[in-house]
């Protein structure tokens, strides 16, 4: 089944035998990874609270990967005042890997002007304001550990991933598809 808001492939649902005259488990509700809200099924509005299963949500929570990688807790600094950056929110939501980055004059004090792009977002995705988040370097860092290496590079620097057959991050200059040669420690 897929999610009534978002449209994606629902992969948890709930079953409750409460709806049942002679109590059979059906499915009554589910919680969609991307919303990250549980839904009741629509037959079932009628005769259920919708905060019936709010007590479930926690451990669903806990087990969404595309969560994990934007848990504050886990966060992990890098480089101590590395900064914000923008980052689209399908890379957050772990939907598509980083794939563009570049980075713009910083546009505030603790900007470090760096723009990440995922993979799959397109032009639509990108041009639409709130599918782009202010987050920290450290957070994107924690995403894709391979933009350390580039943190330090200039305004203007344009690029983009590519991973070789080894799965082996590499970087190259958008336009002329050069490879640069990045020293890791
Ligand atoms: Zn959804």
């Known amino acids: 089944m897929n999610c009534e808001k ?19 488990y059906k ?3 589910y919680y969609c990874d991307f919303c990250d809200e549980i839904f ?6 009628d005769v259920l609270d919708k ?23 886990e966060k992990i600094t890098f ?10 929110k399908s890379i957050l ?10 980075r713009n004059k910083s546009v505030a004090d603790a900007d470090s002007g760096w723009r990440f792009i995922g993979k799959d977002d397109t032009e639509a995705y990108i041009t639409v304001n ?5 987050v920290d370097f450290n957070t994107v860092a924690g995403i894709e ?29 958008t336009g002329t598809n050069e490879e640069i040669k990045i020293k890791y420690d």
Request: aromatic share 8%.
């Open 51 to 73: 905060h019936k299963y709010d007590g479930e949500l926690t451990w669903l929570r806990e087990q969404n990967p595309r969560l994990k990688a934007d848990k504050p807790q």
């Open 79 to 88: 480089i101590e005042n590395a900064g914000g950056c923008i980052c689209t």
């Open 93 to 102: 939501l772990g939907k598509t890997p980083v794939k563009w980055c570049f």
């Open 130 to 134: 709130s599918n782009n988040v202010v």
């Open 27 to 29: 499915k009554v509700a």
């Open 40 to 45: 009741i099924i629509a037959k079932y509005k």
């Open 145 to 173: 550990p391979a933009v350390l290496a580039i943190y330090n590079m200039p305004v203007g620097t344009d690029l983009y991933i590519d991973k070789d057959l080894e799965n082996k991050i590499r970087f190259f200059k």
């Open 6 to 24: 978002c449209g994606n492939l629902v992969i948890r649902t709930l079953s409750d035998n409460c709806v049942s005259r002679i109590k059979l």
